[in-house]
């Protein structure tokens, strides 16, 4: 917990509002990768803002090629 709230309090992280067309994205993007919608929306969101994904959930999101992932487990 204190490392994520550490990394989420961070300089370096910056929160940027998710438009409606990305929204309409991740739908094509959850059915065309067999993802959960809210999974696709968070990556669907990180491409079109060119950010990096940090997640514990590497499973899901090693289906989307174009996703820059940083793990948050070891």
């Known amino acids: 917990m204190k490392r994520t709230l550490k990394i989420l309090s961070s300089e370096y992280v910056n929160y940027i509002p998710i438009e409606k067309d990305t929204i309409i994205e991740a739908?094509?993007?959850s059915y065309s990768r067999n993802i959960r919608i809210?999974?696709?929306i968070i990556a669907r969101h990180a491409m079109d803002s060119n950010?990096?994904?940090?997640t514990d959930n590497i499973k899901d999101f090693k289906k989307i090629s174009r996703l820059n992932l940083i793990?948050?487990?070891d």
Do not use: C, E, F, I
């Not at 950010?51 to 940090?54: I, R, T």
């Open 27 to 29: 739908v094509t993007l």
């Open 38 to 40: 809210n999974d696709a």
């Open 51 to 54: 950010a990096s994904l940090l």
């Open 71 to 73: 793990p948050l487990k």
